[in-house]
């Protein structure tokens, strides 16, 4: 029984397999190919934008918490020695 089932899966996989060559190597297939590469590409060129920004958000709100924590820096200086 266990030769059996091996036989049967073996059949079964090189069957898939040589669909799945057929498909890749036709003229479909190298478009679905083409269309996967590309919203790869513009995955990845959108992910790069969002941490560009980020990054900028980031920087601005870390400049804007700066000034701020110099103002009542200087708020505090200001009532201490009056």
């Known amino acids: ?10 059949a079964l996989g090189a069957l ?3 669909a799945l060559s057929c498909f890749a190597h036709s003229n479909k297939g190298r478009q ?6 590309d919203a790869f590409q513009n995955l990845k060129e959108e992910a790069k934008d969002l941490a560009h920004d ?7 709100v870390g400049h804007e918490v700066a000034e701020k924590v110099e103002e ?4 505090m200086y200001e009532t201490a020695n009056k």
């Open 54 to 60: 980020a990054k900028h958000k980031a920087e601005k």
């Open 72 to 75: 009542v820096k200087g708020k």
């Open 16 to 18: 898939v397999g040589s």
């Open 32 to 37: 679905l190919k083409r269309n996967v590469q």
């Open 1 to 10: 029984m266990n030769n059996g089932k091996f036989f049967a899966g073996l």
